[in-house]
């Protein structure tokens, strides 16, 4: 285990002395912002106390744990392709976007376009589970891969701001919730989650809720919405060719 | 009773006397133009024909010829019979009318109106065949300061750079959008020439890894095949913003193309619908843009020069002006008659501004700031030959990116149908049978005596006007007139007029 005190110390030398560590473990303490913390790391695990800045992640390849243990700011796991990244708290915006592989994990609540054109490839299925709630535009674009929103503090109230899922052509969003977003695109399909559904990711939200220590979700009798691409697809008609 | 509004736009006419019978026009034609009736005599369906010259080329007897259908609506100057029967097919499908290539309209091509100079008597013009003449050139920032450590000696503090012998490039078409034999026949002449070709956005063939020096990879909205491996494959990587056919739109390569290796290369599903949103949606601002830049320059350790790819649009100079600042190293404008697989017609046609105006604002807007010398401009978008090349190395672009004029080497007859996915040369197409009639080796060969005719070319323009090195052409606009401009285009132009 390899200690770096990161205070005062710019993202450059930050990531430089990351990249360059030889022990694939590395504890940072008083991280202010600093960008790119663990952009394109493989194999390492990165512990991090304070709150990390922008693009935390991004890029990230397999064998590689980010954890944060406060919040994170925007663009977490940017395009990342596998590995895990573990928030002991709130995110900013844009967290998984166009990631391919890999879970991101966000204990609290996360901003805007959380999960914005997320994609799966073979046995890359991108996850991402915020255990409280997300603001608007979550899983736009989405084309592969889970999401999965469980709004732990929100009493059954929908746990997603405005346009969630909208332009959505593959993947599918779980919400724990009672009630299905207001503003739900016509080309999503939206049902009651059927057990076969919910099995499929009883032991990702069994171990995030441990993880988390998170009590009050019980996959058997809360109510979860699902919601996938229609199938009417909005861009088979669209063209006429010259 | 059926009443057909489309009127086909060829005729396909068969000379009786020449023709064979052979047959070869069956096979050659992927639109299925030509057929046998009943009692097997040879036929044309006129409304499939696109005008790809296929069957024209491949006739052995040159029995074959296209002409425009000569049918007419009622003249009428406002209402063209494009116009007409865009609104029957409108009025029919309900849909978005789709293009491919460059836009076709009438608007003015500024290269046309540029003269260039040549020596007589005060500066002596250079032979090249003769003299050194240099069209070596380098991309990326270069740094106005010197430094030196403690013993006196300077610290080499080189930025990544691109390294060109010509300053030409092939510009992005992504595997997709034109088949693998295309792009194999850009990677190696690439190589050859000693240039590089751009990938496009949808990943990098596994076979074409080895081509890696002479690659600039892509990074685009859709992030279609981007990894580590990827980003550490090429000599640079471009962030594409926007491109000059369809400025603020994103693409759409529909699930019909999406083949198993297209699958590979993208890592997304077979048959599986690949959208690239029209923004980045992690990019809202230049500081937005700076953290991509970073995010690539970080996740490969500063080895790689980062293109930003933005479409001619009004205000450019300001635009390239901020992405000057955002830690980019080469700028890469697309002018609006630049080229496409699939565009909405309507953008294609009326958004975006011409590349020659849009280079020269830029600039003249980076050296009025300073700026000029910490990024390369880079443009595209209609180079048609190397006296455009000329033109737009004097007016400030460092290179330029050539996308139509290296697909016409490699076959291309430009009918515009690339987006039906039915390329009768094998070009942009990926159905197998169609891809294999472009071979790769012959491709590179035409690719290779394109760009070598080309150099020539600009070496001996440069040569005429006294000058024996690219880098004392750029910006050098001393060397071109106007002919038939107004004051204002001369003056966005930076040029004077013809007799001046």
Redesign the interface.
């Known amino acids: 285990m390899k200690y770096i005190d990161a205070k005062d110390l710019h993202y450059k030398e930050l ?1 430089k002395l990351i ?1 360059y560590e030889e022990d694939t473990h590395v504890t940072l303490t008083n991280v202010m912002g600093q ?2 913390i663990g ?2 790391l ?1 194999g390492k695990n990165i512990d991090i106390t304070g709150i990390p800045g ?2 935390l992640g ?2 990230l ?1 397999g064998g590689s744990i980010i954890t944060v243990h406060n919040n994170c700011q ?2 977490t796991g ?2 990342m ?1 596998d590995g895990e990244i573990i928030v002991h708290g709130n995110s900013g915006d ?1 967290a998984g ?2 990631m ?1 592989g890999g879970k991101i994990l966000i204990k609290e609540s996360g901003g805007y ?1 959380m999960g ?2 997320m ?4 046995e ?1 299925q991108p996850l991402m589970i915020v255990g409280n709630r997300v603001g608007s535009f979550c899983g ?2 989405l ?2 891969g889970t999401i999965i929103v469980l709004g732990y503090r929100e009493n059954g109230n929908c746990p997603v701001g405005n346009f969630c899922g909208t ?1 959505m ?2 993947g599918r969003i779980f919400l724990r919730s009672n009630e299905l977003p207001k503003d739900l695109s016509p080309y999503i399909d939206a049902s009651v989650a059927t057990i076969e559904e919910l099995e499929s990711i009883r032991e990702e939200v069994t171990s995030f809720c441990s993880l988390f220590d998170i009590t009050n979700i019980d996959l058997d009798k809360d109510n979860f919405y699902i919601l996938s691409q229609s199938k009417v ?1 909005e ?1 088979k ?6 | 009773m059926k009443v057909n509004y489309f009127q086909s736009e060829y005729e396909v006419l068969r000379d009786k006397d020449r023709c064979i019978d052979c047959g070869i026009c069956i096979t050659e034609c992927a639109n299925e133009v030509h057929l046998r009736d009943k009692k097997g005599k040879l036929l044309a369906i006129d409304s499939k024909c696109v005008n790809c010259h296929r069957c024209v080329a491949t006739c052995p007897v040159n029995a074959l010829k296209i002409v425009k259908n000569e049918y007419c609506f009622r003249e009428n100057y406002s209402w063209s019979r494009h116009d007409i029967t865009n609104i029957y097919r409108q009025a029919e499908t309900g849909g978005v009318l789709l293009a491919s290539m460059g836009t076709a309209k009438e608007y003015p091509i500024y290269w046309d109106k540029i003269l260039i100079n040549a020596s007589q008597v005060t500066n002596p013009s250079i032979d090249p065949l003769r003299e050194p003449m240099e069209t070596r050139t380098f991309l990326g920032k270069k740094n106005n300061e010197i430094e030196f450590d403690n013993d006196g000696e300077i610290v080499i503090n080189e930025t990544p750079f691109i390294e060109l012998a010509t300053p030409i490039m092939f510009s992005a078409m992504s595997y997709g959008s034109i088949s693998l034999n295309a792009h194999k026949a850009l990677a190696m002449a690439a190589k050859d020439l000693d240039i590089l070709y751009n990938c496009g956005e949808g990943g990098l063939h596994e076979s074409l890894y080895p081509y890696g020096d002479h690659t600039i990879i892509q990074v685009a909205s859709g992030r279609f095949g981007v990894h580590s491996g990827y980003l550490e494959s090429g000599a640079a990587i471009e962030i594409k913003i926007g491109q000059g056919a369809k400025p603020g739109i994103g693409g759409h390569l529909t699930g019909a193309k999406i083949n198993k290796e297209i699958s590979k290369t993208r890592m997304i599903p077979e048959g599986f619908d690949a959208i690239s949103p029209a923004p980045h949606h992690d990019i809202y601002s230049i500081e937005d843009l700076r953290q991509l830049v970073d995010v690539l320059k970080e996740a490969t350790d500063y080895k790689k020069p980062i293109i930003v790819k933005v479409a001619a649009v009004h205000n450019i100079s300001s635009i390239v002006s901020g992405i000057a600042r955002s830690g980019a190293d080469i700028i890469a404008i697309d002018g609006f008659r630049g080229g496409t697989g699939a565009a909405p017609l309507r953008i294609k046609d009326n958004v975006g501004i011409p590349i020659e105006l849009a280079l020269a604002a830029c600039d003249q807007r980076l050296r009025e700031e300073g700026i000029r010398d910490s990024v390369s401009l880079v443009v595209g978008g209609s180079i048609r030959h190397s006296a455009d090349i000329i033109k737009a190395i004097a007016l400030g672009a460092d290179a330029v990116y050539i996308g139509t004029s290296a697909l016409i080497a490699l076959g291309c007859h430009m009918c515009r149908a690339c987006s039906m996915g039915n390329c009768n040369w094998g070009i942009a197409t990926q159905r197998e049978e169609l891809v294999e009639r472009l071979n790769p080796e012959l491709g590179r060969e035409r690719l290779v005596n394109l760009i070598s005719a080309w150099t020539v070319e600009l070496k001996e323009m440069m040569g005429g006007m006294g000058i024996n090195s690219i880098e004392a052409l750029r910006g050098n606009r001393l060397m071109l007139r106007g002919i038939g401009l107004n004051e204002k285009e001369l003056e966005v132009l930076g040029i004077k007029s013809a007799g001046e």
């Open positions: 990531n990249r960008r790119f952009c394109a493989e922008n693009a991004a890029c390849n925007d663009a940017d395009t392709d844009t976007y166009a391919r376009r914005l054109h994609k799966a490839y073979n890359r736009e674009y084309a592969g332009g052509y593959g697809n861009y008609k669209k063209y006429t060719t010259v």
